[in-house]
């Protein structure tokens, strides 16, 4: 094949899928993976398992075996949530960080108990209707067989390479002849396609109880791994009740701590104080008052927010009334604040979503953190390790201080929406920070400005972080820009090809079907029949 120029310099325009059956994530292989289950008379929570463990295979630069999942599941009239991230070491305790300032963002110590291979079995074991082992055989076939690498992917491999090669194991498992593979060539992975074949066979046992469990902790004690036996054997899923938050006639459910997404609630609640209907949808207004409350939201996000056993306020503190009103009154809507975090009364990502005629819908989400994660692979299986545990801190008496046994503040979050207690639209905004203020951002398209849910995704995001800066998309009008640098944000406006801003997944629940987008950020497809 001569090479080609893969640049994309040009705009262009996705449209919605409408069907009465539904995936939708951000690489098109794993969405047909997921179609192939819906086809074979599975249903959505079979879709969105085949969907996530292709994910493994053919994003490996956003997730991979060793990660952590959640996922918010509307079954037969019912909202259920599961959080399948795993704990700290025994091991870590602070001293065990002695001497360091912040915790690492690389190697094995980042490395907690990967959750997610016990959450795709817990998923299956309650609702699925195929054989476990069934959702498997898309992702060993794209392993075994191969496939062609796209241009994004090709872009993100690389990106990591200067980060990662000298990891135990990174080298050899991912840069074949010493580097990343170029877009259009064909990558296969049959020892990744050997450890998929195990998890399937062993219903998931063989990574925390067996074999698999065994070659992660022989290679954690040959290269300095802190992950022991007993850490993986001690790793069980949670069922918990999803938290919520009413905006505008709409409902926003989130799983609770230690998931980010009580900032997505918070910001929204925060959110519902101002006239958005007034402002004008893509106004500086618009624009500056969600800045605002996010900035608020992730205040007290990183300062109150961990493993819930360990945090000092409960999460539904951050969610009263009167505390959301006393937030939303520290916004001028002339002026950028600089919000420190309040004080309640005391009491690299993939996403996926799916749906099914039957009226079953998933949200669902994986990671391992950043990218490829911890760069850590365990030689001949395939298994990268994610580097969640860069979520603890080292603040001696902060809730999120790294201790053993402890799951650290988590971005990863799936959203749903209901109105009325009937299910409206399963989404996701995959990508770091950018998921609570995704979500917040979704929700005021929907739901003060009725947007469909591809122009939800398509629309100009901002992301704020831990500094002053704002990160906005090149496509926001340049006096919308101009108007918030009058206000003090100092506005950075971001390259056009930016990977920065998230991807958006949604599918939204229609008269005679759904309606499912999927984000033209990246490689994502909506696919359904």
């Not at 310099?9 to 997921?34: C, E, F, I, R």
């Not at 690389?158 to 170029?182: H, I, S, W």
């Not at 994986?366 to 298994?383: D, L």
Request: charged content about 20%; some cysteine.
């Amino acid at each position: 094949m001569l090479p080609f120029d893969w640049s994309f310099p040009y705009p262009s325009q996705k449209m919605p899928l409408l069907a009465a059956n539904a995936v939708s994530t951000s690489q098109p292989l794993a969405a047909q993976a997921g179609l192939r289950m819906l086809y074979e008379g599975g249903n959505a929570i079979d879709s969105a398992i085949a969907t996530a463990i292709a994910l493994t295979v053919v994003e490996p630069v956003m997730n991979g075996i060793g990660g952590d999942m959640f996922t918010l599941v509307w079954h037969e009239g019912q909202l259920y949530g599961l959080n399948s991230s795993g704990r700290a070491p025994a091991a870590w305790t602070p001293e065990y960080f002695a001497g360091r300032d912040r915790m690492p963002s690389v190697g094995w110590d980042t490395v907690t108990v990967p959750g997610q291979v016990a959450g795709w079995k817990a998923l299956s074991a309650r609702f699925g209707k195929l054989p476990f082992a069934r959702l498997f055989v898309p992702a060993i076939e794209y392993a075994e067989q191969g496939f062609m690498v796209s241009p994004q992917i090709a872009r993100q491999w690389a990106a990591q390479v200067p980060v990662l090669r000298d990891q135990p194991g990174f080298a050899k498992a991912f840069l074949r002849d010493g580097r990343a593979p170029q877009a259009g060539e064909r990558w296969r992975f049959p020892e990744q396609a050997a450890t998929l074949r195990k998890i399937a066979e062993s219903d998931g046992e063989s990574f925390y109880r067996g074999e698999l469990a065994e070659r992660i902790v022989a290679f954690a004690q040959e290269t300095g791994g802190a992950l022991r036996a007993g850490d993986l054997a001690a790793h069980q899923p949670a069922w918990v009740e999803p938290m919520k938050r009413d905006f505008r006639g709409y409902t926003l459910h989130e799983i609770p701590p230690n998931g980010q997404g009580i900032a997505a609630l918070i910001g929204l609640g925060i959110l519902d104080r101002f006239d958005l209907e007034g402002m004008g949808v893509d106004s500086a207004d618009f624009y500056h008052v969600g800045i605002e409350a996010m900035k608020l939201a992730f205040a007290d996000l990183h300062r109150h927010v961990s493993d819930p056993a360990t945090m000092q306020h409960a999460p539904a503190s951050f969610l009263d009334p009167a505390y959301l009103a006393e937030r939303a009154a520290l916004i001028d809507l002339k002026r950028a604040g600089s919000p420190s975090a309040g004080m309640p009364k005391i009491g690299g990502t993939v996403y996926l979503t799916a749906a099914d005629a039957a009226g079953s819908m998933v949200s669902f989400i994986q990671s391992n953190y950043r990218g490829f994660g911890s760069g850590v692979v365990v030689p001949g299986t395939g298994i990268s390790l994610h580097n969640r545990g860069e979520g603890f801190n080292l603040k001696p008496g902060h809730a999120n201080c790294v201790a053993p046994g402890k799951q650290p503040m988590h971005t990863i979050i799936p959203g749903f929406v209901t109105r009325n207690g009937a299910p409206v639209m399963s989404f996701g905004v995959m990508g770091g920070s950018m998921q609570a203020q995704g979500h917040v951002q979704m929700m005021a398209r929907l739901a003060a400005f009725g947007q469909n849910p591809q122009a939800m995704s398509d629309a100009p995001r901002f992301r704020v972080e831990h500094g002053p800066v704002v990160n906005v998309e090149s496509h926001l009008p340049a006096d919308v820009v101009a108007a918030l640098r009058e206000r003090g944000h100092r506005v950075e406006v971001a390259p056009h090809d930016s990977l920065e801003f998230g991807s958006a997944q949604l599918i939204y629940k229609a008269e005679h079907g759904y309606i499912a987008a999927s984000d033209s950020r990246r490689d994502g497809q909506a696919v359904g029949f």
